[in-house]
C-alpha cells in the first residue's frame, strides 16, 4: 500500500528548504544584490536619525538578514539599528538567535523576535493600536505563503516611516517557477499550498496601490540534476521542497511523477550544462519607496 500524499510539516520543511539551497544559487544572486544595489538603496535611510529601525518579515534563518544588517551599519556607522523579526518557524528563529550570539560585529544592533507569522503579527499591530513605523522592510521570497498577498502588501508599506523603503524579494517572470506555474500546473500535486506568484504580481499590487517602486532582476539556477536519479535521497529532498509535498517521489502516482520531471526539463524551465540540469531560479528584486 502506497502512503497518502500530504504537505511537508515545519520541520520537513526546514530540511527540504536545505536541499533546496545548497544546490542553488539563490544566495550568491542575493549577495549580488547586496553588493550592486544595496547601497544605494539603504544610503538615505533614517534620514540622520540616532537609530534605524528594520523590520524583517519572513526571515528565516536570518543571513540574509545579517547581511543587509552590515551593509546598513557600512552606511550609516555608529548609528543604533533596531531590528524586528517576524517569523513562525521556531527552528529558523533558534538559528537565527545562534548566528546572532556568534557575531562580534553586532554591538550597536538590536533584536526582537516575533515568531508569529505575517498576519499574526499584523493582527497583533492592529490589535495594540499602536503603529511603529520601519525605515526598513524585507520581504524575502516569502509572500509565497501569505493569505492575503495584496493586503499584507499594503499593510507593510503602511509601517514605513517617512523615506522608508520597503524591500520585496520574488521569484522572476523569467524563472523555470513562473513557466512550471502558468503551464504546467497540472503537474503540481494540491499537496502544494503555497501561492503560485512571481514579479508581476506583485508589482501589480503595487501599481494599484499607487506607489513608486524599481525592480532589479538578478539569475540564478538550482541544479535539479538528482531530481531524477532513481532513489537518490537529495533528489527527494529537492522534489519534495518543489511540490511542497512529503515524499513526493514515493507517494505521488506514477504518471503524475512523470509528468513533473518532463515539465521540468523543458527549455523555458531547465536548461543543460555540462550534463547537468539547471533549473532556471531567477530573482526580482523589488525596491518600494
Known amino acids: 500500500m502506497i502512503p497518502s500524499m500530504r504537505s511537508l510539516t515545519a520541520e520537513e520543511y526546514v530540511e527540504a528548504f536545505k536541499s533546496f539551497l545548497d544546490h ?11 553588493k550592486e544595489q544595496m547601497p544605494n538603496v539603504v544610503a538615505g535611510l533614517g534620514n540622520g536619525k540616532s537609530t534605524i ?34 517569523e513562525p518557524n521556531p527552528q529558523h528563529v533558534a538559528t537565527y ?12 544592533v538590536s533584536f526582537i523576535w516575533h515568531q508569529l507569522t505575517s498576519s499574526e503579527y499584523e493582527q497583533q499591530v492592529k490589535e495594540k493600536g499602536t503603529h511603529k513605523k520601519f525605515d526598513f522592510i524585507h520581504m524575502i521570497q516569502m509572500l509565497y505563503r501569505v493569505e492575503d498577498i495584496p493586503n499584507t502588501i499594503k499593510f507593510f508599506h503602511s509601517c514605513l516611516d517617512h523615506h522608508g523603503k520597503l524591500l520585496i524579494i520574488i521569484l522572476s517572470d523569467s524563472s523555470g517557477w513562473a513557466t512550471l506555474w502558468k503551464k504546467y500546473r497540472d503537474c503540481l500535486p494540491s499537496t502544494d499550498s503555497g ?19 524599481h525592480v532589479y532582476e538578478f539569475p540564478s539556477g538550482w541544479d535539479i540534476t538528482e531530481c531524477f536519479i532513481e532513489g537518490d535521497v537529495v533528489g527527494g529532498h529537492m522534489m519534495d521542497f518543489l511540490t511542497g509535498t ?24 531547465s536548461s543543460t550544462k ?9 530573482l526580482s528584486m523589488i525596491v518600494v519607496e
Open 24 to 34: 542553488s544559487t539563490e544566495h550568491q544572486c542575493m549577495d549580488e544584490f547586496n
Open 53 to 86: 529601525n528594520v523590520l524583517g518579515v519572513g526571515s528565516g534563518t536570518g543571513e540574509q538578514d545579517l547581511k543587509m544588517i552590515r551593509i546598513l551599519q557600512a552606511a550609516h556607522p555608529g548609528v543604533h539599528i533596531d531590528n524586528e523579526i517576524v
Open 195 to 213: 501561492h503560485y506568484i512571481t514579479s508581476s504580481g506583485i508589482t501589480d499590487v503595487l501599481k494599484r496601490l499607487g506607489v513608486e517602486y
Open 97 to 108: 538567535k545562534e548566528l546572532v550570539n556568534q557575531a562580534p560585529d553586532l554591538q550597536n
Open 246 to 269: 512529503k515524499n513526493f517521489l514515493g507517494t505521488a502516482p506514477p504518471a503524475l511523477r512523470q509528468r513533473l520531471q518532463e515539465a521540468l526539463c523543458q527549455p523555458e524551465c
Open 274 to 282: 555540462d550534463g547537468r540540469i539547471i533549473f532556471s531560479n531567477n
